[in-house]
Structures are given as C-alpha cells and as structure tokens.
Nanobody, 120 residues
C-alpha cells in the first residue's frame, strides 16, 4: 500500500483546510485509517481514526474542529480542519492503524506527509 497526503499549506488562525490521503491497494476499504501529526520537536500524535464502515474518533485536542471521513470508492481518507490554531502547525501523515487490546498503533507504511502551517 502506498499513501500520498496532500492539501496542506499556510492558513491563518481560524481558517480551514482539507487534507486528502490517497491510498493504493485492495484492502483499503476494510482498513482502519488514521491521521497523525508531528509538530517540530514533538512526538508524532494520533489525531483521528476511521473504520472501513465510517465510525470515527478524533483526539480531544481537535474535537469539535476536525472531522475525519473516507471515500472507499476513491481509496481516499480526508481530514477537514476548521477553526485552525497555531498549535495545529505540524506535518500531517496518514496510515493504517491496528488495535492491540490497549491502544491503537500505526501498522502500515508512512506516506509522505503534508505540512500545515497556521500563522497570521
């Protein structure tokens, strides 16, 4: 499976961006997909995840502002980001995730991320 994230850029605080992640591979429709982000000097963190059937979960830090969705026909997962804050500045990545009974962890390849910069 190959992943290609896009849609990042420079946005002002309070603005919106929509990220896309195009995946190749026949297992996409059943895979739990997720968006991660990594800010400068910080560890990569899980932002949102979504099952093949569309059940979604977002991190508390972005709840009410970010929405994850997917289009299985297009092998694409999206991250709609509204009310952006400077602390959302990071490189955003998508990947497949799995659950080990305790936590979700990345279980697929890491595609090229897309940089989101929130600044006035």
């Amino acid at each position: 499976v190959q992943l290609q994230a896009s849609g990042g850029g420079l946005e002002q605080p309070g603005g919106s961006l929509r990220l896309s992640c195009a995946a190749s591979g026949s297992i996409f429709s059943t895979a739990v997909m997720a968006w991660y982000r990594q800010a400068p000097g910080k560890q990569r963190e899980l932002v949102a995840r979504i099952t093949g059937g569309g059940s979604a979960k977002v991190a508390d830090s972005v709840k009410g502002r970010f929405t994850i969705s997917r289009d299985n026909a297009k092998n694409t997962v999206y991250l709609q980001m509204n009310s952006l804050k400077p602390e959302d500045t990071a490189v955003y990545y998508c990947t497949r995730v799995s659950y080990n009974g305790n936590a979700w962890f990345p279980s697929g390849v890491w595609g090229q991320g897309t940089l989101v910069t929130v600044s006035s």
